[in-house]
């Protein structure tokens, strides 16, 4: 039976205060309660052909491996060249900041609200201007857009063509219309800023982790292939 010392304590994690005499008593009913059933359970055999069980049992086996599979620290000169391998990983992604002018297709159709974009659009590259969403309509989220990534882009405006568009566009001038599942838009991009590689000495924790959870990873492959090796595997009415 596990230690009364042990279980008070759980309690409290759980519940936020040690038990009192009468919940602890209890606890204890319940383990009792259910010791008895799992030992006259096993008597019969019951955790047999029960996928639940079988389940259960494995994962608590694996995790018993991980716990097991701690990789030695990095030898120097080893993270460097890990991080050298997946470099592509820590690369951050470009950003774009940008104003906006849009034009819905609910008022006069598709058509008509591409043609007033266009004529805005001309208007605006003579006024050199950097802003005017007053020149559209209203637009149901911002006009002005400060460092969005590709990911954030996609999901401010879905998978479109002003979605692509965005970071293809020039900077400081006025391009488009481009299409969204919104409508048209015209957009004036204020930066455009390409992906970072951070170096080492920046993110070297964060690496660290990842290369320490990498090498985890290969220990409990290796130990899993070195267990199934002591396993003969047949597969009935398999050709394999």
Same mark, same amino acid.
Do not use: H
């Given at each position: 039976m596990l230690p009364t010392v042990y279980r008070r304590q759980v309690y409290k994690r759980q519940v936020g205060h040690l038990p009192t005499r009468q919940e602890f008593q209890g606890l204890l009913d319940l383990y009792v309660r259910e010791e008895i059933f799992l030992r006259e359970g096993m008597a019969l055999n019951l955790e047999n052909?029960?996928? !639940?069980?079988?389940?259960? !049992?494995?994962?608590? #086996?694996?995790?018993?491996?991980?716990?097991?599979?701690?990789?030695?620290?990095?030898?120097?000169?080893?993270?460097?060249?890990? /991080?050298?391998?997946?470099?592509?990983? #820590?690369?951050?992604?470009?950003?774009? &900041? /940008? &104003?906006?002018?849009?034009?819905?297709?609910?008022k006069e159709g598709d058509e008509a609200a591409r043609i007033r974009a266009m004529k805005v659009l001309a208007e605006l590259r003579k006024q050199r201007t950097a802003r005017a969403p007053e020149r559209?309509?209203? /637009? %149901?989220?911002? &006009?002005?857009?400060?460092?969005?990534?590709?990911?954030?882009?996609?999901?401010? /405006?879905?998978?479109?063509?002003? &979605?692509?568009?965005?970071?293809?566009?020039?900077?400081?001038?006025?391009?488009? %219309?481009?299409?969204?599942?919104?409508?048209?838009h015209l957009i004036y991009v204020t930066a455009c800023l390409p992906?970072?590689?951070?170096?080492?000495?920046? !993110?070297?924790?964060?690496?660290?982790?990842?290369?320490m959870d990498d090498e985890r990873r290969t220990l409990n492959a290796r130990a899993y292939e070195k267990l199934r090796a002591q396993y003969s595997i047949r597969y009935d009415g398999d050709d394999r």
């Open positions: 052909d029960d996928e !639940i069980v079988r389940r259960r !049992i494995a994962q608590k #086996y694996e995790f018993l491996q991980t716990d097991l599979a701690v990789p030695d620290p990095p030898q120097a000169g080893v993270l460097e060249s890990w /991080f050298e391998r997946n470099k592509l990983s #820590y690369v951050t992604p470009e950003r774009v &900041s /940008f &104003s906006q002018v849009y034009f819905s297709a609910d559209g309509d209203p /637009f %149901p989220g911002p &006009s002005d857009v400060d460092a969005l990534t590709p990911e954030e882009v996609a999901r401010l /405006f879905g998978q479109s063509v002003l &979605s692509e568009q965005l970071f293809k566009s020039p900077v400081a001038q006025w391009s488009g %219309p481009f299409r969204s599942g919104f409508g048209w992906g970072v590689l951070p170096a080492l000495t920046d !993110i070297r924790e964060r690496v660290l982790t990842d290369y």
